[in-house]
């Protein structure tokens, strides 16, 4: 089957995919009181202990690191969520792909979608703690949905290869962990990227969240534009890395039903 096909396929269960979206988000806070404010509430207690731990406790030479660490870290929990959640969304439905036919690409999108609209939500808090602290929010902002589209486009392409390859190798989930708390250290998110030293500055580029995670502190630490040439650079890989992800997937979609 075609590309074009494929999307036109997805977009004939367009009607599933909303409810697997719409099920993954309410699915978080099933049985909670407070149900999906907590979408809210959970940015709100994050920003409240760095505020405390790092205003008093522990001081960096940051200016105003709580919520420099605070703009990072959002979308860093975003993005590890969304490869958390997207690895094991082939395996953890067997039951589903055993019954009924559909196109399995529609289960690592409803994550990505559902990850990406929590995202969402979780500005408004960044947004008031901006105000709040005194940074602000400058025209620039609009250019956030760019930023986060390079970053959704990024993590799609990962999770169509890793969820694909977990329902034959199961220790994939497993991997997952420790290679994302190396790479949130690999990223500028507790340290600025000028702590870096310049001989590794361009190894260190390498790393696309680099550039991502640089995007957010421009627009809503720096209050500047964000280097639109890197962020092309990285829309550009990580759409080669969606090809690569959607021929591994489809390669290896054929014998899911068996394997999971």
């Known amino acids: 089957m075609s590309f074009i096909n494929k999307i036109k396929e997805i977009y004939r269960y367009r009607h599933m995919l909303f409810t697997l979206v719409k099920q993954d988000?309410?699915?978080?806070?099933?049985?909670?009181?407070?149900?999906?404010?907590?979408?809210?509430?959970?940015?709100?207690?994050?920003?409240?202990?760095?505020s405390v731990v790092f205003s008093i406790v522990f001081k960096s030479n940051i200016e105003n690191y709580p919520i420099y660490l605070f703009v990072c870290l959002m979308p860093w929990n975003a993005f590890n969520t969304m490869i958390g959640g997207g690895t094991t969304c082939v395996s953890n439905n067997a039951s589903i792909i055993k019954k009924v036919y559909f196109p399995r690409e529609v289960l690592p999108l409803a994550v990505v979608i559902s990850n990406t609209i929590q995202y969402f939500f979780s500005l408004v808090i960044t947004f008031i703690a901006l105000l709040v602290s005194g940074i602000g929010i400058t025209w620039y902002a609009v250019f956030l949905p760019l930023v986060i589209l390079v970053q959704v486009v990024f993590a799609f392409g990962l999770i169509l290869m890793l969820s694909a390859a977990n329902v034959y190798i199961r220790d994939v989930q497993y991997m997952m962990n420790p290679i994302m708390m190396i790479w949130m250290y690999a990223s500028p998110i507790l340290y600025s990227i000028s702590m870096v030293p310049e001989k590794w500055q361009a190894l260190y580029r390498l790393n696309p969240m680099v550039t991502i995670i640089q995007g957010y502190q421009n627009l809503l630490y720096?209050?500047?534009?964000?280097?639109?040439?890197?962020?092309?650079i990285v829309l550009l890989i990580s759409l080669g890395i969606c090809v690569i992800g959607y021929l591994v997937f489809n390669k290896l979609q054929r014998r899911f039903a068996e394997e999971v």
Not at 222 to 232: E, I, N, W
């Open 25 to 50: 988000i309410n699915g978080r806070y099933k049985g909670s009181i407070f149900g999906f404010l907590w979408t809210l509430l959970n940015p709100l207690f994050m920003l409240l202990v760095y």
């Open 222 to 232: 720096d209050r500047t534009l964000p280097d639109f040439k890197a962020l092309g």
